[in-house]
């Protein structure tokens, strides 16, 4: 029973310490008996070294081991200690051993380990290739360092949202870099590190890759503002800018070529062309946009057509004409059909014995006599 005379605690058995703060080690403690003398030790057992004692107390007379005296202190009456400017070669366990005599000496210790750590420093993050990696092709690895690493654990943001590993890019076992394996355009994004220790965390400064990508998308436009397709009609005299664009790393070269049946002739290099047509001769033309990246060696082109309507007939020739949508024509013909038949049936209606007569009519006259003959003989007979 005399050893639940006293109780130590302590609030908690593991801390994270700062280096450079202070640090207090709470204890609690309490006992039953009435004691005539209290006696509060406290040591230090660091990994890899004897224990050393830091301080002593009996009842309110404090002594503070020489090498600790303004750093290390105990308040009476409780036994918490107080720790300045902690320095890394104070982590270990610290062991506080409460005694107290009454009739007999009662002991009670308590552990609580301090590790001590300085903030971390900010991240750093270096791409390897610096000068880019080609998409489907190249890889890029993004590799993080810090100053210190101890107890450090490395993390990856894409966009600040923590990354996982995925067919395409994975981790070392450390988490200190990260292989993007082939890349994708889509793998153009603010990637940074983050680190993090017991006490601290940090971030690096977003760190882009160049990837090189594309041509993709190609499109035209012209200066009138609407979207290029298949075919354009241009009004004689008119001129038109058209503007040629494709997503692609580095910008892509263009260029606007005219292919005949048997060459291409290069017209214009640059994304913007312009057309005028005077020469009434030419009234449909196919111009090509080609759009090419030299890193990447892809290209891509389009091509439409532009129509001139130089006479006010043909103007209307083919507004008329382009305004003729599928069903519209086959409506047209649907009801002239109709009406056709409606007509031969009216006429069929009217004049029925028509066709009867013509039929008659329609025999061999030979024959036709033949019987009007026979028939004729026959009454001539009776
Ligand atoms: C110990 O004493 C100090 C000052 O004497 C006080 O600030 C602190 O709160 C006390 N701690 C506990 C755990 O009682
Ligand atoms: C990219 O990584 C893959 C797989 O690790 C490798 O086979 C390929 O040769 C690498 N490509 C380049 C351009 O280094
Ligand atoms: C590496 O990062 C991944 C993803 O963030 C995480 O799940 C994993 O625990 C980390 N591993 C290490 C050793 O830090
Ligand atoms: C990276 O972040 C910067 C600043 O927030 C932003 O301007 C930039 O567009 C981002 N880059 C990418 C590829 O998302
Ligand atoms: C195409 O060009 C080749 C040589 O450049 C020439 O021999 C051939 O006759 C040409 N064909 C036509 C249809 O112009
Ligand atoms: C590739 O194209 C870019 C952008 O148009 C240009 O600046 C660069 O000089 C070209 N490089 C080569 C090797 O042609």
Same mark, same amino acid.
């Given at each position: ?9 302590? @609030? ?6 700062? #280096? ?87 002991? =009670? ?8 750590? =300085? ?9 390897? %290739? ?13 590799? !993080?360092?810090? +100053?210190?690493? +101890? ?30 394996? %082939? ?22 400064? @977003? ?43 580095? %910008? ?8 005949? +049946? ?8 640059? %994304? ?17 946009? !080609? ?23 043909? #103007? ?23 009406? !056709? ?6 006429? +069929?209606? !009217?004049? @029925? ?30």
């Amino acid at each position: 029973g005399t050893c639940s005379a006293l109780t130590v605690k302590v @609030p908690s058995k593991s801390i994270h310490a700062v #280096e450079g703060k202070a640090l207090v080690l709470p204890v609690e403690y309490n006992f039953s008996t009435k004691a005539q003398e209290i006696q509060i030790t406290w040591i230090c057992q660091r990994p890899d070294s004897h224990s050393s004692l830091l301080v002593t107390a009996k009842n309110d007379h404090v002594v503070v081991e020489m090498q600790y005296e303004g750093r290390i202190s105990l308040d009476r009456p409780n036994a918490s200690l107080f720790i300045r400017q902690l320095e890394l070669s104070d982590e270990g366990d610290y062991i506080v051993k409460i005694s107290i005599k009454a009739d007999t000496i009662i002991s =009670a210790n308590q552990t609580i380990h301090v590790s001590v750590d =300085a903030p971390v420093s900010k991240p750093v993050v270096h791409s390897i %290739p610096v000068t880019g990696a080609v998409e489907f092709e190249g890889n890029v690895t993004l590799t !993080c360092s810090v +100053k210190n690493e +101890k107890r450090v654990i490395f993390q990856w943001l894409k966009r600040d949202r923590i990354l996982q590993a995925s067919p395409r890019r994975a981790f070392s076992p450390d988490n200190k870099t990260l292989f993007i394996r %082939p890349v994708r355009k889509e793998d153009i994004s603010n990637y940074s590190c983050l680190v993090k220790n017991p006490v601290s965390q940090s971030v690096s400064e @977003p760190i882009t890759p160049i990837i090189y990508y594309g041509p993709y998308s190609l499109a035209v436009s012209s200066d009138k503002g609407q979207k290029v397709d298949k075919v354009v009609t241009v009004d004689i005299g008119e001129v038109i800018l058209f503007h040629c664009s494709a997503d692609s790393n580095p %910008p892509n070269t263009y260029s606007w070529v005219q292919k005949f +049946k048997n060459r291409t002739e290069v017209l214009k290099l640059g %994304p913007e062309f312009e057309v005028k047509f005077e020469k009434e001769a030419l009234r449909k033309a196919d111009y090509t946009c !080609c759009a090419y990246n030299n890193i990447t060696g892809k290209h891509e082109e389009t091509q439409f057509t532009i129509i001139v309507l130089s006479e006010a007939g043909q #103007e209307k020739l083919a507004q008329k004409g382009s305004s003729l949508s599928p069903l519209a024509v086959i409506t047209a013909v649907s009801l002239f059909l109709i009406l !056709c038949m409606f007509l031969l049936f009216l006429k +069929k209606r !009217c004049n @029925p014995h028509t066709v009867i007569k013509q039929q008659l009519y329609s025999r061999p006259p030979t024959e036709y006599m033949k019987t009007r003959s026979i028939s004729g003989n026959k009454t001539m007979f009776s």
